[in-house]
């Protein structure tokens, strides 16, 4: 089973957190407020089994029966339903292999309520499944959904592969799925507390598909184990999972997962400051997806290595890999990846003082976050055009986005970057030479 992101002064940083999905993954803005705001988008490819709000509008009711194998088309946000009869502690194991799609899969009792949900981190192909050992005598819906209503049609072939009375295998299997399960549910949560339950029950995943020799489901959880330092700030600790789930996917000709592991690698480099070392994993991956055709993936690789450039001071290659990321993203349909390729792009625009060309790709990032109703995408945004027009002199202009973009965030409840772009208003006022005013301001920044 493959179980596939300062004192107030002029100039500081804070993470903002954006969420794409294509596999599934973390979109980290990093947002510095000074002369002229920065926007960096740094992408860690992460597995979530998690339930993706998929309508189930032009969901199809089978039956999934043993020895009975279905291939399927399914489009971009659409859904599959199959029924499979359960006798109470009866073993099922679903295979659902992915050919050019990602899925993910929900079972669920009679009444609707969920007992397992799973994507795994293996983008368009591999396999995900569904081991389970029913509590009670139930018909059980499994739901195969298409991850992201903008995303291609593909195809996928499921199958009810096993169905019997569990030995002790299936139920270390079962008991494996249980607590990876529990432990993504633990690290969701985002809290201290939480982050070091989840690592436990992720170990206990762990030891048990390594018990029954599933070398997919080892690599996916060390994967996650992986995620869950990084949330820590363990970053070598990290790294050091990334690599043995590297390893794994490797042996397995795993090539969609392998791609994923060395981005991962690739952000604990960046994390660590060494940017060379970060390009070349991104490097590695790049090949890797485009054999699979994961052009959503690569987009993101793509968008990953132009921020190491950035860090490097190779602002033209940096510029060049953003706008190899575009149409790839426009061809998965996927426009918040295009509007953080485009607040990037503005950013290596501003650091070079073209702000006329930094304007216009804020803009259009600004346009696409509004279409997708991303009122944070679009305060980062107004932020970072408060902050151009502020070099340019304009600052009325300034102060118009500015104020949007101190609503936006109000609306949000977001006080971390409510603050920074308060801060950012009383910086104007202080060019103004309004004194009282960019004090006031500067206080309610502060008090934040």
Not at 31 to 37: I, T
Not at 416 to 422: N, W
């Amino acid at each position: 089973m493959t179980n596939n992101s300062a004192s107030i002064l002029i100039s500081y940083l804070w993470k903002q957190r954006f969420t794409c999905r294509g596999v599934a993954w973390c979109i980290c803005l990093w947002l510095s407020v000074g002369p002229v705001s920065r926007t960096h988008a740094r992408t860690l490819l992460m597995p979530a089994w998690v339930n993706n709000g998929i309508s189930q509008e032009g969901a199809d009711l089978r039956p999934l029966e043993p020895g009975k194998p279905i291939e399927r088309e399914l489009a971009g946000g659409q859904s599959h339903i199959y029924q499979i009869i359960l006798a109470s502690g009866q073993y099922m194991h679903v295979a659902v292999e992915q050919k050019g799609i990602d899925v993910a899969v929900k079972l669920s009792g009679i009444d609707g309520n969920p007992v397992a949900d799973l994507d795994g981190s293996n983008g368009l192909r591999g396999s995900e499944s569904v081991d389970w050992i029913a509590e009670t005598a139930d018909v059980y819906r499994l739901e195969v959904n298409a991850v992201g209503k903008e995303f291609d049609a593909g195809r996928y072939e499921i199958k009810l592969a096993e169905l019997r009375e569990p030995t002790e295998q299936d139920k270390d299997r079962a008991a494996a799925q249980k607590a990876f399960v529990e432990a993504k549910q633990l690290r969701s949560k985002g809290q201290k507390s939480s982050l070091e339950a989840a690592l436990k029950k992720f170990e206990e995943a762990l030891t048990l598909y390594r018990k029954v020799e599933d070398r997919a489901g080892e690599a996916g959880t060390l994967i996650w184990i992986g995620l869950v330092y990084s949330s820590l700030s363990e970053t070598q600790k990290a790294l050091e999972q990334y690599n043995q789930a590297l390893s794994l996917r490797r042996a397995l000709g795993d090539r969609g997962g392998e791609a994923i592991a060395l981005n991962n690698i690739g952000r604990a480099y960046e994390v660590l400051g060494e940017s060379r070392k970060a390009l070349e994993q991104y490097n590695q991956a790049l090949p890797l997806l485009r054999a699979v055709g994961d052009r959503g993936i690569e987009a993101t690789v793509l968008n990953n290595m132009a921020l190491a450039l950035e860090t490097l001071g190779e602002l033209q290659k940096a510029l060049e890999h953003y706008n190899q990321s575009l149409p790839l993203y426009g061809a998965r349909g996927n426009r918040r990846g295009e509007a953080i390729a485009f607040l990037n792009m503005g950013a290596v625009y501003a650091t070079q003082g073209e702000l006329q060309k930094a304007l216009e790709h804020y803009n259009q990032a600004l346009s696409v976050l509004r279409e997708a109703g991303d009122k944070r995408g679009e305060a980062i945004t107004l932020n970072n055009l408060g902050n151009v027009y502020r070099t340019l002199s304009e600052m009325q202009k300034a102060l118009e986005h500015l104020n949007k973009a101190v609503s936006l965030l109000r609306e949000a409840g977001d006080q971390l970057s409510e603050a920074g772009v308060t801060n950012n208003i009383g910086a104007v006022y202080q060019m103004l030479g309004e004194l009282d005013k960019a004090l006031e301001y500067r206080n309610r920044a502060v008090l934040l």
